[in-house]
């Protein structure tokens, strides 16, 4: 009886791998998979869900609309991650088994954890305006991309467009600026710069530290911004950190045009939480929101109403949604890239890197995929994985996010040679590091 | 000696100096206190009555304040779904008697605590898979809960002699009030019914209860039941504060420091325990926190509790340990 069981179980074992394998080869040849990290459940799902969807629905669209990108279609999965490291790594790994061309970790946690393996394994990491900012240096992190800015550019450009309304960056001397953040690696990224600002510009910064046990439970933190009553505040927040910091700021009563969040805390539900008291807090942007765009149009005709897509109605196009629909977009366009620098329509991973590492999406571009005035042009180069991009400042009018500002370059002067700095310091500390053995291929 | 000062004097001076912000932080505290109490009270009824921690109460805050608005998105009347949100409860507290504890009857407590963390993921997953995993709002005005807040402006107590402010969110206000009556119903359901004395017969022997006729089924039920209903009250105020998100089964660990202060067996310990904690926590992390970085409420609550611990092992409120050899 035991004898038949474990036959059983071997067989059923050896025909779950033979469809594996099926499916994979099938994937070799048939279409281009890409695996989605995502966090539809946890703490951080309140993120997670609307990022999840918009990269979903635009690679469904394209799917739909243009039988996939270059006639090859894009087969792609979901990988609970419960913004979980080790859930993470796990989902990496079986990214790797299936063959993805990209792996996106969606949490700076995780992206720290797998850029050693990406050399090794030949993976490209998209870390799309998140993870470790030094990663911009190409020629250090062949294999890793975090377009179109990284945090360092973020908090440069809060700082400057703080500086332009006091008159000046010079006029930040002796101002105090409050920095309310999560306490772990995506929290943390941005502190090294902002202690050299603070020493370049002359203004005192405190840090106000909340664990992710604490994420609604931050009434201690919001007492010391009341006793600190710092001139601005810069919030580094995820998941439920945001709605529950943006209440606690209307309940001291914090100036909120002077509450200030990076671009992964401006999502629509973030500054709903707070109530018509919210209005004028601001956060960086990237992207348009809203659904007035013909590729947005595109995906509520052929996915959304037609019943292949997770997102609620009145959900669609809020800022995280298509924060979704940019990585998706970013994506899709450096697999084009790819197609056509290699000639081949199902490229491989290594192929990714150089559709990557040649990513130009131009206004014409932009345009040619109904995207115009969603987006900005990106430029990736090969020394160049960022490009420090402009970006704008979006503020909450009590019933959606508005522009307060053109869109403007971060302080790529200043952030630059710090970059540099941090990589050549990643390099000693993970010694011995790899050199760069990817060659620079470039367009023609 | 400047770190002496900067421990023993300097937080008093502060204190001194803005009277105002120190009646704010004391305000914090208690609400923050009365929040953790009545999370520890779900734990102690459960507690009281079989002797099993249940680490599932934080999840049953989460799903009962989901259950409140996921019936009002569905278009239930806001009273309505109250009402149904505490059927639904009683519907869970069947079922966790009739299918989970009434197999575990005589079973060692670790066993016992082992189902509760079952129950815990279980009830993660059917909640996400019926809810979703989108944090909600809370309908608090939809409730009749008060919003907005009160702003006192005591003269003389602001930084340098100048005017003072404290700021009273109603809805604190209301937690408050909420907090003192479910205690007072709880006191009086515990000893002045004929369930209630039950129930403590239970709690104080198993088999000597089930000798004199009381039913350890119905007891467990109705037990459980009463902690769901404190579950949803402990859910909507909770998610006034922030959202009604999976992230608030994390807060309901705060309870342990207050268990451990306020003994596990006690109602008034848990409303104590859990004041002690709100306020030492908050005064902690705002006058002292800042020598060594902040963030020091997450462990000061454990170290206050610890500290209890050295000279009161059963809490303030449990019951002493004494045993023949």
Redesign the interface.
Known sequence: MMLRKLAFGAACVALSGLAAGAVTQANAQDSIYVQLPT????????S??PIANGMADYLTMLNERDGGIGGVKITFDECETGYDTQKGVECYEAAKANNTVVFNPWSTGITLQVIPKAAVDKIPILSMAYGLSAAAEGDVFPWVFNPPDTYWDGLSAIIKDIGEREGGLDNLKGKKIGYLFL?AGYGREPIPLLEQLAEKYGFAVT???????????Q???W??V??DNPDYMIMWGW??MN??AV?EAT???YPMDKFYGVWWAGGD?DA??GGAQAKGYRTLNFHGTGADYPALQDIKKLVVDAGKSQVEADKFGDNLYNRGVYNSILMAEAIRTAQEMTGKTAITAEDMRVGLENLNIDEARIKEIGLEGFMKPVKVTCENHSGHHQVYVQEWDGEKWVAASDWFAPMTDVVEPLLKQAAEDYVKSNAPWPERQAECATRS | MNALYAVLVDPFMQMAAQPDFLLQVLWEGLVGGILYALIALGFVLIFKASGVFNFAQGIMVVFAALSLVGLYEAGVPAWLALILAIAIMGVLALAVEGLVMRHLVNQPEIILLMSTIGLTYFLIGFGEFIFGGEPKVMITEELGLPTGSTVLEPAGLGRDGGPGLVILQHIDIAAAIIAIVMVTVLGIFFNKTRIGRALRAVADDHQAALSVGISLNQIWAIVWFAAGIVALATGIMWGARSDVSFALEIVALKALPVLILGGFTSIPGAIVGGLIIGIGEKLGEIYWGPLVGGGIESWLAYVIALIFLLFRPQGLFGERIIERI
């Open positions: 966090y539809r459940t946890g703490p951080y799902a309140g997670g869900i306490d840090q106000y530290p909340v664990a992710g046990k604490e994420m609604q439970n009434s201690s933190q007492l010391n009341r006793r998941g439920a709605p529950t209440k309940k001291i009563r539900d709903r939480a």
